[in-house]
T-cell receptor, first 120, second 112 residues
């Protein structure tokens, strides 16, 4: 099956620093990747949709200058949390959707294992 | 905003019993998907049911979809302690670029 990886799995940083999270589709080409945030005991909230080679589309209320998304290739998207603050502490999950020629079910999103960010 | 509402929010059963979780949504959909999440982990895709399908099976899982009522159910038969997890439904709305909107989830605990 299609596999999505995330790195790092866990990161602790000081307030004011920037953190980059990578999302990779390992065995298929992902034309679209999605970034979600999940607070404890809550559901996933979509932050942004990332299409390879174009600017990300952010959901309402998500600051694009704070959460920088780069989808430079068909297998890699990165989320950078800039000037992180304690309220940014959360579980960040990416997912990837296969393109029509990339293998896998094109309607299925494959999720990464998540990255737990703790900002001190 | 979340499209789906899940019911119940929490469910506790004994091993061997069946577990039923329900999901309701508000707008028309292309498909509905069920995911499982163990505590602090990523999501595992369980099953996808399209808007023109009414029922689907996968192992001990049975999913139904009623588009007239805008609702879906996930049935886990003969539950096991290892089924303990949170279960989320997610809707893929028509022509929405395959964005998924997640329900609030059901936390299932299966007691051995």
């Amino acid at each position: 099956g299609a596999v999505v990886s995330q790195h790092p799995s866990r990161v602790i940083c000081k307030s004011g620093t920037s953190v980059k999270i990578e999302c990779r589709s390992l065995d298929f080409q992902a034309t679209t990747m999605f970034w979600y945030r999940q607070f404890p005991k809550q559901s996933l909230m979509l932050m942004a949709t990332s299409n390879e080679g174009s600017k990300a589309t952010y959901e309402q209320g998500v600051e694009k200058d704070k959460f920088l998304i780069n989808h430079a290739s068909l297998t890699l998207s990165t989320l950078t949390v800039t000037s992180a603050h304690p309220e940014d502490s959360s579980f960040y999950i990416c997912s990837a959707r296969s393109g029509t020629s990339g293998g896998g079910d094109t309607d299925t999103q494959y999720f990464g294992p998540g990255t737990r960010l703790t900002v001190l | 905003s979340q499209q789906g509402e899940e019911d119940p929010q929490a469910l506790s059963i004994q091993e061997g019993e069946n577990a039923t979780m329900n999901c309701s949504y508000k707008t028309s959909i292309n498909n509905l998907q069920w995911y499982r999440q163990n505590s602090g982990r990523g999501l595992v895709h369980l099953i996808l049911i399209r808007s023109n399908e009414r029922e689907k099976h996968s192992g001990r899982l049975r999913v139904t979809l009623d588009t007239s009522k805008k609702s879906s159910s996930l049935l886990i038969t003969a539950s096991r302690a290892a089924d303990t997890a949170s279960y989320f439904c997610a809707t893929d709305k028509n022509n929405a670029g395959n964005m998924l909107t997640f329900g609030g989830g059901t936390r299932l605990m299966v007691k051995p």
